[in-house]
C-alpha cells in the first residue's frame, strides 16, 4: 500500500522516518511489536516537529549573537560588504546552534529562515541604534558638524552635476539641491539610509538562516 505524508500527502517510503518534502516525523503503529517499559523507543519521549521552532531558545541565542553583530556591522559598513556579510553568517551560527541544542536532527529552511529573521530584527535594531547614536556623538560631543556638512554639499554638488548631465531640467536640480541642503531634506536623506541598511540586514538574516538550515539538515537529516 503506497503510504502519503499526512502534513503535505506527498509519498513517502515506508522505511522513511521523516517525509523527505517537509520532514514531519512518519510514526506508523504495528500491532506486532510493543514497547518495553523502561526502555524508550527510536524516537525518544515525544518526536518533535521539525518545521516548528522553540523561540525561547532561540530568542536567548539570537540575542546574545544578534546584538553584538548588528553594533560590528553599523561600524563595519564603511568598508563595503564585509560589514553586512557578517549578519547573515551570524544568522547561520544561530542556527548551527539552535541545532546542536535540540533533540531534532535537522529542522526545515522555514524553520531556518524564521530564526534568521529574527535574528536580523535584533540586529537591524542594535545597527540603527548604533548609527544614530554615532551620527550624534560626532556632532554634538566631537564637533565634527563642519566636516559632515562638507561631506554632504560635496555630495549634492556631484549629484547635482550628474543630474545636469543626464538633461534634468536647471531649476528641477536647483530645487532638489535646496530640498536635500535642507535640515528637513538631510535628516531625511540620514532616516532613509537607515531604514535601507535595516531592510539589507533583514534579507541577509533571513537568506544566512536559511542557508545554514539547509546545509546543516542536509549533513544530519537521519537516511532511516
Same mark, same amino acid.
Given at each position: 500500500?503506497?503510504?502519503?505524508?499526512?502534513?503535505?500527502?506527498?509519498?513517502?517510503?515506508?522505511?522513511?522516518?521523516?517525509?523527505?518534502?517537509?520532514?514531519?516525523?512518519?510514526?506508523?503503529?504495528?500491532?506486532?511489536?510493543?514497547?518495553?517499559?523502561?526502555?524508550?523507543? $527510536?524516537?525518544?519521549?515525544?518526536?518533535?516537529?521539525?518545521?516548528?521552532?522553540?523561540?525561547?531558545?532561540?530568542?536567548?541565542?539570537?540575542?546574545?549573537?544578534?546584538?553584538?553583530?548588528?553594533?560590528?556591522?553599523?561600524?563595519?559598513?564603511?568598508?563595503?560588504?564585509?560589514?553586512?556579510?557578517?549578519?547573515?553568517?551570524?544568522?547561520?551560527?544561530?542556527?548551527?546552534?539552535?541545532?546542536?541544542?535540540?533533540?531534532?536532527?535537522?529542522?526545515?529552511?522555514?524553520?531556518?529562515?524564521?530564526?534568521?529573521?529574527?535574528?536580523?530584527?535584533?540586529?537591524?535594531?542594535?545597527?540603527?541604534?548604533?548609527?544614530?547614536?554615532?551620527?550624534?556623538?560626532?556632532?554634538?560631543?566631537? $564637533?565634527?558638524?563642519?566636516?559632515?556638512?562638507?561631506?554632504?554639499? $560635496?555630495?549634492?554638488?556631484?549629484?547635482?552635476?550628474?543630474?545636469?548631465?543626464?538633461?534634468?531640467?536647471?531649476?528641477?536640480?536647483?530645487?532638489?539641491?535646496?530640498?536635500?541642503?535642507?535640515?528637513?531634506?538631510?535628516?531625511?536623506?540620514?532616516?532613509?539610509?537607515?531604514?535601507?541598511?535595516?531592510?539589507?540586514?533583514?534579507?541577509?538574516?533571513?537568506?544566512?538562516?536559511?542557508?545554514?538550515?539547509?546545509?546543516?539538515?542536509?549533513?544530519?537529516?537521519?537516511?532511516?
Amino acid at each position: 500500500m503506497e503510504l502519503s505524508c499526512s502534513r503535505c500527502h506527498q509519498t513517502v517510503q515506508p522505511a522513511d522516518c521523516f517525509c523527505p518534502f517537509c520532514g514531519l516525523p512518519q510514526l506508523v503503529y504495528t500491532a506486532e511489536t510493543s514497547a518495553v517499559p523502561g526502555q524508550s523507543d $527510536n524516537w525518544g519521549a515525544v518526536a518533535r516537529d521539525a518545521n516548528a521552532v522553540d523561540w525561547k531558545t532561540a530568542l536567548r541565542l539570537a540575542l546574545a549573537l544578534s546584538v553584538p553583530a548588528g553594533v560590528l556591522c553599523a561600524a563595519l559598513t564603511h568598508v563595503g560588504l564585509f560589514g553586512l556579510l557578517l549578519i547573515p553568517g551570524i544568522a547561520a551560527w544561530v542556527v548551527a546552534l539552535y541545532m546542536r541544542g535540540q533533540r531534532a536532527a535537522w529542522i526545515t529552511i522555514g524553520a531556518g529562515a524564521r530564526i534568521g529573521l529574527v535574528t536580523g530584527i535584533l540586529g537591524s535594531w542594535a545597527a540603527a541604534f548604533t548609527t544614530g547614536i554615532a551620527l550624534y556623538a560626532m556632532r554634538f560631543w566631537l $564637533n565634527q558638524g563642519k566636516v559632515f556638512d562638507d561631506m554632504w554639499q $560635496n555630495q549634492i554638488s556631484q549629484g547635482s552635476q550628474q543630474l545636469s548631465t543626464l538633461g534634468f531640467d536647471p531649476q528641477t536640480i536647483a530645487a532638489t539641491k535646496l530640498m536635500m541642503l535642507s535640515p528637513e531634506g538631510r535628516a531625511a536623506s540620514i532616516l532613509f539610509n537607515i531604514c535601507l541598511l535595516t531592510l539589507v540586514i533583514l534579507g541577509l538574516a533571513v537568506a544566512g538562516g536559511a542557508l545554514g538550515a539547509r546545509l546543516l539538515g542536509r549533513q544530519r537529516r537521519p537516511e532511516n
